[in-house]
């Protein structure tokens, strides 16, 4: 069966740095487009970023996020990353890691991971 299961969070002071794992297991992590999504506390799920799989793999980046995350893969690792550099307080939320139902980023994810908190301290 397809999980997710997302690592690497935890309390990071402003302008500062954290890497996010999800380790995909069931299929290679190459096989269906996959995003990052995160829920801040009180507010609703947002995508963060989403990166297809095949062709060009196009790269989809929120606005607020744009120039600071940085969405990737390790076929070897079997493994997405999202790299979090300068963030911020808004940052601060749960984490998720989900698969989309093909190979581009469109619809609505079909598998989630578990989830990892980041917190983001002035």
């Known amino acids: 069966q397809l999980q997710l299961v997302e690592s690497g969070g935890g309390l990071v002071e402003s302008g500062g740095s954290l890497r996010l794992s999800c380790t995909v297991s069931?299929?290679?992590?190459?096989?269906?487009?996959m995003g990052w999504f995160r829920q801040a506390p009180g507010k609703e799920r947002e995508r963060v970023s989403c990166?297809?799989?095949?062709?060009?793999?196009?790269?989809y980046d929120e606005d607020s996020v744009r120039g600071r995350f940085t969405v990737s893969r390790d076929k070897a690792e079997n493994t997405m990353y999202l790299l979090m550099n300068s963030v911020k307080a808004e940052d601060t939320g749960d984490y998720f890691c989900?698969?989309?139902?093909?190979?581009?980023?469109?619809?609505?994810?079909?598998?989630w991971g578990q989830g990892t908190q980041v917190t983001v301290s002035s």
């Open positions: 069931g299929v290679t992590v190459d096989r269906y487009a």
């Open positions: 990166m297809s799989s095949r062709g060009d793999g196009k790269v």
């Open positions: 989900a698969t989309y139902p093909r190979y581009y980023c469109a619809g609505q994810p079909d598998s």
